[in-house]
Each structure stands twice: as structure tokens, then as C-alpha cells.
């Protein structure tokens, strides 16, 4: 049989990320005819249902894989993994389950050596995720929905509408697989595939996805940069200057970097962008405002440890094989050992060359949220603020003397 497809198929090798189910078969079936030869499916076990389940959809996938002459990838992710991925980033099942999908499909195109990733996202898919941003108050830019292309992803189908591919299907005689998890409500795009897209006509179906196309042609930012490190620093002139739109775009993107778990409102959004100085907190995240820089920080936990010890803090490290003119000396026989390493908190001092100065007002200063501090039982050895924005200061006991040499990174 052939399939009426009039869209585009990438040139080049091409795996399929193949659930089993109907679209995803469709896509399989599309690619037998389309691209014979530079294709592969992939299918991803996220072992998140029943034994018995899987097994008979792994059992169906292989069979028709092998009638469409198409070899078959089986991923098995590690137990637990999905619940694990969604505890420790504070998001739902479905998203943790699909971050590791794609990570599993991308791992495997390169180790195949493949050019692309084809998914079977249809018009459906698209209305759906219009619905879903319109619901939550997303900026205008996140209605232009699902990409057709993003990096090595290809979505061939993003036009095709649900029922031309459940009609071809049914045609060319294939059976699909069902997933059990679709059709539970708690996932808001099961409730909204359930509960509002039966209502809605095909033309307004035609019409979401148009939508979504519209504003897929105002994704044009402009360049705002910003660097990454232990917080994320976006240029202040180039911010201002930009549209909202672009201004929008640079901040949820930095919320999303630093692991936000909350929803950002448009209204935090645009509250950021309407400031000129200070700063303010956003759930974990603090936000302040630089002559430059607009600073993004987050959260930094209390804690203290021995120096020498590893840090319960996830990429920071305190070394002595960093040598600049900015790198403190400190020498070890001064030292009123134990050394601690630690978070500062309000009432700490130091004893500077200038004098006695508060930590944090030299942080306020800085226009920083903390600092680290190096403490011994005599006080407090060394202020390290450099990897934060701020700068490393040591006690005035210290100067002038040689010894190791110290800094804190973000590795």
C-alpha cells in the first residue's frame, strides 16, 4: 500500500522513536515507504507499568518492526529511574519520563552515527499543546508549540491530522499497541485529549495549529548574552534595549537552567524586567541588579565542612592549584586549626587590612546573595566571593606571608 503523505522527510539516516502505539507505528509505516533503508526504530522501556504490559508491547513492537522491515532498538532505562529524575528535579512523571527518552534517543543516534530523531507529534498534538500554554498564562512565544525541527529532532507528521492516521493504519492492517498511562487524567494533556479536543471541531483543530505556526515566525530575539557559571549573568544594556518578547525568552530560559521547580509567572517575568536596581526572591532564585549584569542566583543551602573534605554542595570546590594575582596565600602555620569551610551568615566579621567590616555588607556591597567562608578557631580566615561576583578577601593576620595557595571554582 503507500500512504498519503505530501510533507518532508529528511535526507540521511534516520532512527524513529517508536513506542509502539498508533502514531508512532504510523510514523514507522510512513518511514518503510518514504526513507527505505536509512531507517531505525527506537523504542525506550521506562519500566514506569506492569511487567505483563510491557512484554506484550515489546512482543507487538518487534513483530512490526520486522514486517516493515525496519530493525528495532530496545532502550531499558534503570529501575526507578523515571520516579528518581522526578523527585530530585521536582517535576511530574510524564515530563522526568520524557527528559530520559530523549536523552536515551539521542545517546543511541550518536553511538549508531544516525543525523536524525523522528517523533510522531501530529496536529493533535500540536492543538493540545496550544491548549495547555493558553491555560497556564505562557508567554506569547510558547504558543508556536511543538518545533518541527529542533537540533537533530524532525516531526514529519506535525501536520497530519489524527484521524488521516488512524484511517491509514487501519488500512495497511497493522496493529498498535495501547499504553495504559494515556489514559490516566491526572496528566493535563490526557485530560485535555479527553475532555476538550472531542468537542472541537477539525477546523478549529486547524486553526490551534495555525496558531502555533503564526508564532513560530515572531521566534526572532534578539541577542541578549548571558554567561553561565555558579549563577547566570545576563547583560543589563542588552536586556534593556531588547523586546519583551526577547527579554521573556533570556529569563525563562535562565529559570529553567538553574532547575526552577515552580511555574514562572508572566507577571514575575515581566516584574523583572521592569526593575532597575535592588533585588527581589523568587521562590529559591534571587535576582539582582548590577550596573552591568542582571544576576540570577540559586539557592545555596547552609553547611559546613572541614577543608580538605568534599563540599555538600554540587559543584563548587575549594582548590590550591589555581595561581592568579587575585588567588589567596595562606599560610598554614598561622592557622588555628581546625580549618572549616562554610556558607556565611549574618554576624560574621573580618578583620581586614581597612579594618573590621561586616561580611554581609561587603555581600551587599557585591550585589550578591552569600558568600563562603574559611574559618579557624581564631576567626574568620578568608571571605571567597569571586565565584559568586564579589571578591576574595583575606584576614589581615595572614597578609604578607607565604603559604598555599587557595580559591573557590565552580567545577
Known amino acids: 500500500m503507500n500512504v498519503s503523505f505530501n510533507g518532508q522527510i529528511p535526507e540521511g539516516r534516520i532512527i524513529a522513536a517508536f513506542s509502539g502505539g498508533e502514531d508512532s507505528l504510523y510514523l514507522l509505516l510512513l518511514l518503510s515507504m518514504k526513507a527505505p533503508g536509512r531507517v531505525a526504530a527506537a523504542y525506550v ?30 532502550i531499558t532505562l534503570e529501575r526507578d529511574a523515571v520516579s528518581s529524575l522526578a523527585e530530585s528535579k521536582g517535576i511530574g512523571t510524564e515530563a522526568a519520563a520524557r527528559e530520559l527518552r530523549y536523552n536515551a534517543l539521542e545517546s543511541l543516534r550518536k553511538q549508531l552515527g544516525y543525523d536524525w530523531i523522528a517523533t510522531a507529534h501530529h496536529r493533535e498534538d500540536q492543538a493540545e499543546t496550544v491548549i495547555m500554554r493558553l491555560m497556564s498564562g505562557a508567554p506569547l512565544w510558547a504558543l508556536s508549540g511543538i518545533q518541527r525541527q529542533d537540533g537533530f529532532i524532525f516531526r514529519p ?23 495504559s498511562t494515556n489514559s490516566d487524567t491526572a496528566y493535563l494533556r490526557n485530560r485535555i485529549r479527553k475532555n476538550i479536543l472531542p468537542y472541537i471541531s477539525e477546523e478549529a483543530k486547524e486553526r490551534l495549529s495555525s496558531i502555533a ?26 536586556f534593556e534595549s531588547a523586546s519583551m ?52 542566583y540559586p539557592e545555596l543551602p547552609d553547611f559546613a565542612a572541614l577543608c580538605g573534605d568534599p563540599f555538600p554542595i554540587n559543584g563548587l570546590r575549594l582548590v590550591s592549584d589555581l595561581q592568579d594575582d587575585k588567588t589567596l596565600m595562606i599560610d598554614p602555620g598561622i592557622i588555628a586549626p581546625p ?24 555581600e551587599k556591597d557585591w550585589r550578591i546573595p552569600y558568600s563562603v567562608i574559611l574559618e579557624d578557631r581564631s576567626g574568620i580566615v578568608a571571605v571567597l566571593a569571586r565565584v559568586f561576583g564579589g571578591s576574595d578577601r583575606l584576614a589581615r ?15
Open 339 to 362: 580549618l572549616i569551610v562554610r556558607k556565611s551568615r549574618e554576624g560574621d566579621w573580618i578583620e581586614l587590612r581597612e579594618g573590621r567590616k561586616k561580611v554581609k555588607a561587603m
Open 213 to 238: 505556526l503564526k508564532c513560530q515566525a515572531l521566534r526572532v530575539y534578539e541577542d541578549i548574552p548571558a554567561k553561565e557559571g555558579f549563577y547566570i549573568s545576563i547583560d543589563r544594556k542588552a
Open 397 to 411: 593576620r595572614f597578609l604578607g606571608h607565604s603559604g598555599i595557595l587557595y580559591a573557590l571554582v565552580n567545577s
Open 245 to 296: 518578547m526577547s527579554k521573556e525568552r533570556v529569563l525563562f530560559d535562565a529559570f529553567d537552567k538553574m532547575g526552577f521547580n515552580g511555574r514562572v509567572s508572566r507577571r514575575t517575568i515581566r516584574d523583572i524586567a521592569d526593575m532597575h536596581g535592588g533585588h527581589m526572591d523568587i521562590g529559591p532564585v534571587s535576582v539582582y541588579f548590577t550596573k552591568d549584569e542582571i544576576r540570577m
Open 157 to 179: 507528521l506535525l501536520d497530519v491530522p489524527k484521524a488521516v492516521i488512524s484511517a491509514e493504519l487501519r488500512n495497511a492492517g497493522l496493529e498498535h499497541s495501547e499504553d
Open 45 to 74: 522501556n521506562h519500566g514506569i507499568r506492569t511487567d505483563d504490559e510491557l512484554e506484550r508491547e515489546i512482543a507487538l513492537n518487534k513483530a512490526n518492526a520486522e514486517h516493515l522491515g525496519i530493525p528495532l532498538h530496545i
